[in-house]
C-alpha cells in the first residue's frame, strides 16, 4: 500500500524487452535508502516489486496485464518517472490509501496556468468517471491529488507551485497518457450497494 506522496523521480536507466518479459531498469536515490529484493515501489503508480538492485539502480519486471492497462510500456530511456516505496506502520498518511493497482489511463487533454498554480484537465473512459467525484481522491501517476470539477469523460486537478517541481506531471506534454488509480472506497461501495439491490 502507499499514501500517493512521492518520494523522488526516477530516470530509466534502461528498456529491457525479452520474448516473453518485459524489464524496466530505473536510477533513483531515496527510494534504495533500505530497499530488499522483493520489495513494493510505486512506479508512476504502479505497485511493482524489485528484482534486482545496486547503489543507483533497481530492476522491476512487467506482467502482460500490467503493460495492457498501465502507460508503462511506452516508457523510454531517460524517462523521469515519480516513485514511492510502500508505506510503514509509522508512515504518516498525508496522501489517500493507494494500493498501486492502476484501474486504466486518461489522457492530458490541457495545461493552464492560474498564477503559480498549474491546472491539468485529464480525459478518461466514462468507465472509470462514475468512480472520480468532484473534492475525492484520485491518483495520476502515483500522485495523490484532488479532483476540482468533472464531467461525464474527464476531470480537472490543480497543481500548486509547491508540487509541481516534485512529481512527473507538469512535465508531460498534451496528448500524453497517464495512469489512474480511482479512490478504492467507491469501488467497495458500488459493489456493497449493487448487492444489496439485487
Not at 60 to 71: D, Y
Not at 116 to 130: F, G, K
Not at 150 to 176: R, Y
Request: proline share 3%.
Amino acid at each position: 500500500m502507499f499514501t500517493g506522496l512521492v518520494e523522488e523521480m526516477g530516470t530509466v536507466r534502461a528498456v529491457i524487452r525479452g520474448e516473453d518479459s518485459f524489464t524496466l531498469r530505473i536510477g533513483a536515490d531515496v527510494v534504495l535508502e533500505d530497499v530488499k529484493l522483493g520489495d513494493s515501489i510505486a512506479v508512476n503508480g504502479v505497485c511493482l516489486s524489485v528484482t534486482r538492485f545496486d547503489s543507483e539502480e533497481f530492476e522491476v519486471g512487467l506482467a502482460p496485464e500490467t503493460l495492457k492497462r498501465t502507460s508503462l510500456g511506452i516508457l523510454s530511456e531517460g524517462d523521469r518517472v515519480n516513485l514511492e516505496r510502500s508505506v510503514l506502520p509509522t508512515t504518516r498518511m498525508g496522501g489517500h490509501y493507494v494500493q498501486g493497482h492502476v484501474d486504466g489511463t486518461g489522457r492530458i487533454a490541457s495545461f493552464e496556468r492560474d498564477a503559480d498554480a498549474l491546472w491539468v484537465r485529464i480525459e478518461t473512459d466514462p468507465s472509470l468517471m462514475r468512480y472520480i467525484v468532484e473534492k475525492g481522491y484520485i491518483c495520476v501517476d502515483g500522485t495523490s491529488l484532488t479532483v476540482v470539477e468533472t464531467g461525464d469523460d474527464w476531470f480537472t486537478l490543480t497543481l500548486v507551485a509547491h508540487t509541481q517541481p516534485l512529481i512527473v506531471l507538469p512535465t508531460k506534454s498534451e496528448g500524453d497518457p497517464v495512469n489512474l488509480e480511482v479512490d478504492i472506497m467507491a469501488k467497495y461501495a458500488e459493489k456493497i450497494l449493487s448487492r444489496r439491490a439485487s
